[in-house]
């Protein structure tokens, strides 16, 4: 006998708004499948908001309500039983995001619960994340968002170091990142990872994922350092238009991949992996195990 859960999870990130509605089912005797019913994706970017004036524009505000009350008559259409928003960089650091929070809950009735990095990182620990660690390797998982980037260290398949910094795409589209910040996730990576032998790099986020559909790779494959770098030297070589035109990047994609490019190299630089493996994993995913096994 099957059973089958419909959950969804909302992420509301500094480049970009998710809705991922996932299938849960139940098979007794076999392990629980977590399967993407749909994932919608909306490019309003709150993290120019909110880490250039410091607040979620009128213009955004009625943007992400209208936004919301799409997520909500889509989850009633797929007649999902449970759901749960969380917000990231830009909501945290907006001074009136607990405000728009109360907005978006009266016009659109939607909760959404603003995270912490720390929390962020657990969450996305929480995914599918354990089907690609192996217990006698070490990784390193970056996610790169818009405001902010999250790292974790694994060995011996157990988690043994998290921090998250203040540095994503949309801040360093700004010019809002200076040294100090890189200097510090340097010193963390290379602290972190000195008593550790061949680290591997495991990458999620929206950017590392369109870089992975590029190369054509089977999912199971590495990009090499090689690799990548190249094709950050290829997509900076082409104009914002050019991304567009000939690559078919989204508007919204386009600027923000060529610095998220940089976190992702730099971070296989301080570490000293030679290749970056990218499972199809995120937030949004994290959010619905979480909730399925009572961890949020």
Known sequence: MITIKKYAAIDIGSNAMRLL??????????????????????????????????????????????????????MKVYKVERYMACATSAMREAYNGKEVTEIIKKKADVKIEIIDGKKEAAIIASSDLHHFIKTDAT?????VGGGSTEFSLFSEGKMVASKSFKNGTVRL????????????????????????????????????????????????????????NSQYQYLSSLSYEQ????????????????????????????????????????LSDGVVKAMYYGKI
Do not use: C
Not at 188 to 215: A, M, R
Not at 246 to 260: K, Q, S, Y
């Open 21 to 74: 509605i996932a299938n849960i089912v139940e098979q007794p005797g076999k392990e629980t499948q977590f399967n993407k019913s749909a994932l919608i994706r909306v490019p309003i970017r709150l993290g120019q908001d909110a880490f250039t004036v410091g607040e979620i524009t009128e213009e955004n505000i009625d943007r992400m309500i209208d936004a919301m009350k799409a997520f909500k008559l889509l």
């Open 173 to 228: 589209l700004n010019n809002m990142v200076n040294d100090v910040v890189w200097v510090e996730i340097e010193k963390w990576i290379k602290t972190q990872t000195e008593p550790y032998d061949n680290i591997t790099l495991i990458g999620s986020g929206g950017n590392i994922n369109k870089i992975f559909k590029l190369s054509g790779k089977a999912q199971d494959k590495p990009l090499s350092y090689i690799y990548l």
């Open 243 to 282: 991304r567009i035109a000939e690559l078919a990047l989204n508007t919204d994609r386009a600027d923000v991949i060529i610095p998220a490019m940089r976190i992702y190299l730099n971070a296989m630089k301080w570490s000293g992996a030679r290749n970056i493996y990218v499972p199809k994993i995120g």
């Open 139 to 143: 990784y390193l998982y970056v996610d």
